[in-house]
Each structure stands twice: as C-alpha cells, then as structure tokens.
C-alpha cells in the first residue's frame, strides 16, 4: 500500500474506493483498479502520469461520482498498489498501453464506452494504446491533460537556461536522477512547485502533489524517466480516431504548452484545445473545477447521448 494513502487527509485524501480489482496485464504485472460511484453510470476511466498514483485524482473522483459518475482509476504500474516491473522490458509505452488494455477489460463491460483522461504519463498511455482493437471498443471520447507526444527533455523548462544542448543534457540529468527524494521538506516543496506547478499555486495543492510524488519508489522514478526521455509517439497522436480533448497549463515548466498545441494540431478529431492561465504541470490539482468540468462535457456529449449511457 502506498504510504500516501495512510498519510493524507483533507480535501485531497485518496477517496475510499466502492470496489478494487486487479488487472491482470500482458505480462503478467498485477494492475491495482479502483472503482468509485454508481455501478450502472456513465464511466470514467482516469490514468495518472510519472511518480503519481490513484490519489491524484481525488478532486475528480470525489465531485464526478457525486454527480453520478462512475469513476475507474488504477494505478500505473511501480506506483501506488501495483508492482514495479521486474526487467528492464517492462518499462515501456507498450507496456503502458498493455496495462490500459488490461484495466478497460476488467473495469468495463464488453462494447461499454468511457471517457478516458490521461495526465501526462497517462495521456502517453492513452496516445501509446489508440490504435488497439480494445482501446476501441471501450472509448468514446479522450481528454489529454498536461503532456506531450515527443522532444520532452529538449523543450522542458524545469532547468532555468536557454534551449539548448547544455540545458537538454542537465535536464535528463535531473529528471533520470537516481538520488532517493526522501521526507517532504519545505525546500522539496519548493522546488516541486517551481518545476511542476504555477507560481499562485495554494500551499495545500503543492503539500498534497509533494506527497503523491515523493510516495513513488526511486527506482521506478528511474525507471520512467529514461522512456519519458525517449519518447516518440507524434505516429500515434495521428492515429488516435476518436473524439480528443486538450488540457495544459500555460505555466507549464515540465510540458509546455506548445506540446498541447502541437497534439491539438495533428488530432484527426480534436475535440477542442483548452490554455489555462498561470497553471503548471499538475492541472487535475491545481484546476480541479476546471478538469473535472472538461471531462463532464466530454460524458454527456459522447456518452450519454451518443452512447445512450
């Protein structure tokens, strides 16, 4: 279990789930699913990027299964309640998208169509998966928040220097670092914030993203960190045929918004791009009503009415 969950509380406490299930992925990784709200309501199914777990999420979960949505989050694997990968293979956009594969068969029932959101990390899965057979028969529509599709390390901003070869090599240094994050500090705070939030962010939204993040296990920390370096999914931004939605922060210092308006631009159905001033990286925190609303209009112009949910 996720020190997190035992460790936080107020308004960004992980919600007590309504059921759990484990998904079982191509290799075999074990998936931990958490499933919130009416078991016969439109669905939402939500994918958390790097470092983070179901607890991300809580804003979300809490205001949509109020509204009489229900909401399937899982945690991606290494983080949360699912187990790291066992070999060097297992970290892998392929892998990501066999996990989302795996969740969707276990979480929906068969030709039940969700509104799938992925913030950065999750929005590679959803981008890694769009072409597969089971991503659609169970997705109506897509909300990608705060991520990109390539050149992640060459346009972040989190190292203050200008664009450039000295820049990209200290900033794959700093996000591959191997060095343990330890206890939540009020420096660790502060230089989370710089690098993953806006600058007016509330000092309870960086607590509760400084305990998400620094719950996640080094290695797999490490682990991610060189895919996320690696990244090359312009392909499959071009193949993802379903309604999609964009989301980013433009403070954004991790992936700058030109990475939302380059996805945005390369959709063969984008359902609207959406800039939201002086937030960072960590938009479902930071912007939780604005989040929350986006994926609402995505449910009922998609779901219910198209799907008859």
């Known amino acids: 279990m996720s020190r997190l969950t035992r460790l936080a509380d107020g308004p960004y406490a992980p919600p007590a789930a309504a059921r759990e299930l484990t998904a079982v992925s191509a290799d075999g990784a074990r998936i931990h699913v958490e499933v919130h709200g009416p078991q016969e309501a439109p669905a939402v199914v ?47 956009t392929r892998a990501l998208a066999d996990d989302l594969e795996a969740v969707l068969g276990a979480a929906l029932a068969p030709g039940e169509k969700a509104v799938l959101v992925g913030h950065s990390m999750g929005g590679m899965t959803i981008m890694a998966a769009g072409g597969r057979e089971v991503f659609r028969e169970h997705t109506a529509a897509v909300l990608l928040c705060s991520t990109g599709s390539s050149s992640l390390v060459a346009e972040s901003m989190v190292v203050p220097l200008r664009a450039g070869r000295v820049r990209t090599r200290i900033t794959r240094s700093v996000l591959g670092s191997r060095a343990p994050l330890g206890p939540v500090t009020p420096l660790s705070r502060r230089l989370l914030k710089y690098g993953t939030m806006g600058p007016g962010s509330a000092r309870d939204k960086v607590d509760a993203c400084a305990r998400i993040v620094h719950a996640c296990p080094t290695a797999v920390r490490h682990g991610w960190s060189h895919v996320l370096a690696t990244l090359e999914l312009d392909v499959e931004v071009g193949a993802l045929r379903v309604p999609t939605a964009v989301l980013a922060g433009q403070a954004d210092r991790l992936t700058p918004v030109v990475h939302a308006r380059r996805i945005a631009a390369a959709l063969p ?29 995505l449910v009922a112009t998609y779901v219910q009415v198209k799907e008859g949910a």
Request: net charge negative.
């Open 46 to 92: 939500l994918a958390h990027g790097w470092t983070c777990s179901t607890a991300f999420w809580a804003a979300q979960i809490r205001a949509l299964s109020a509204a009489g949505h229900r909401v399937v989050t899982y945690d991606q694997r290494g983080h949360g309640r699912s187990a790291a990968p066992t070999d060097p293979e297992g970290y892998s």
């Open 269 to 297: 159905d984008c359902a609207g791009l959406t800039e939201l001033a002086g937030v960072g990286h960590m938009t479902p925190i930071e912007a939780p009503d604005a989040v929350t609303a986006r994926i609402a209009e």
